[in-house]
C-alpha cells in the first residue's frame, strides 16, 4: 500500500499549456508539502498545508496554486507552463503533533517536462 | 533564515567500507531536527536517520549512524560496511521546531558511489 502516492508520474506538456500533479497520503497525517527539485537535484519547498489551510507559501510565481480539498490530498495547479518549470515535483507529509519528529514522507516524484 | 551546506558534491568508497558524509547548518533556533535522506536513481526520497536536537545521544539504524555536534552545528553521517545498494544521492535537511515552519530546508547533496 503506497503511502504516498503522486499522479502522473512522468509529465510532457508544450509552453504555455496548463497542468495539473495531484498527491494523496494514506497515513493520516494532518500536513503535506510540495518540493520542487531542479536540474541540479537541489530541493526546495514550495508549498506546505495543514488541515487544508495554506501554512507555507514560498517564493513562488503565482502561475503555481496549491490545493487542499481535504487533509489526504494536496493537488498543484501550474497555469502557462515555462521552460524553467521543468523539473521533478514532491509531495510530501507529515504529522505535526505526537513528538515523533514529524518525519516527512515522501511521494515518487513527477517528472515534468517543459517543451 | 536557516542554511544546510554539504561540502562533498560527491564520494566513493569500497564496498564493506566505512564512509561518512559532511553536513553543517547554521540557525540562530535550539530547538530543530535534522535528517539524512537518500535519494537512489529511482528518484525516491527515503529517510535514512532523523535526530532530535534535544537529545545529545547520537541516533543509529544499523549500519548508519551521525556524529551531531550541536555546538559546532555539525551533523555527519556514517555508513559502516558500505553496500552495492547505499549508492545513492545523500541530503541533509533541517526542520524547525517552530509552528508553521516545519518545511525541510535541504543541503545539496552528495553522491555517493559504491564500488565493488
Known amino acids: 500500500d503506497t503511502a504516498v502516492s503522486q499522479t502522473p508520474k512522468y509529465l510532457v506538456t508544450q509552453m504555455g499549456n496548463d497542468k495539473s500533479i495531484k498527491c494523496e497520503q494514506n497515513?493520516?497525517?494532518?500536513?503535506m508539502y510540495w518540493y520542487k527539485q531542479d536540474s541540479k537535484k537541489f530541493l526546495k519547498i514550495m508549498f506546505s498545508?495543514?488541515?487544508?489551510?495554506?501554512?507555507i507559501n514560498e517564493t513562488v510565481p503565482n502561475r503555481f496554486s496549491p490545493k487542499s480539498p481535504d487533509k489526504a490530498h494536496l493537488n498543484l495547479h501550474i497555469n502557462s507552463l515555462e521552460l524553467g518549470d521543468s523539473a521533478v515535483y514532491f509531495c510530501?507529509?507529515?504529522?505535526?503533533?505526537?513528538?515523533?519528529?514529524?518525519?516527512?514522507?515522501f511521494g515518487p516524484g513527477t517528472r515534468l517536462l517543459v517543451l | 533564515a536557516q542554511t544546510v551546506t554539504q561540502s562533498q558534491p560527491e564520494m566513493s568508497v569500497q564496498e564493506a567500507e566505512t564512509v561518512t558524509l559532511s553536513c553543517t547548518y547554521d540557525?540562530?533556533?535550539?530547538?530543530?531536527?535534522l535528517f539524512w535522506y537518500k535519494q537512489p536513481p529511482s528518484r525516491q526520497m527515503i529517510l535514512v536517520i532523523r535526530q532530535e536536537a534535544y537529545k545529545q545521544q547520537n541516533a543509529t539504524e544499523n549500519r548508519f549512524s551521525v556524529n551531531f555536534q550541536k555546538a559546532a552545528k555539525s551533523f555527519s553521517l556514517k555508513i559502516s560496511d558500505s553496500q552495492l545498494g547505499d549508492a545513492a544521492m545523500y541530503f541533509c535537511a533541517y526542520r524547525s521546531a517552530t509552528w508553521s515552519n516545519y518545511k525541510l530546508t535541504f543541503g545539496k547533496g552528495t553522491l555517493l558511489t559504491v564500488n565493488p
Open positions: 497515513l493520516g497525517h494532518d500536513t
Open positions: 498545508y495543514n488541515n487544508k489551510e495554506l501554512i
Open positions: 540557525t540562530s533556533e535550539s530547538d530543530y531536527y
Open positions: 510530501a507529509s507529515s504529522q505535526t503533533s505526537g513528538g515523533a519528529g514529524e518525519t516527512q514522507y
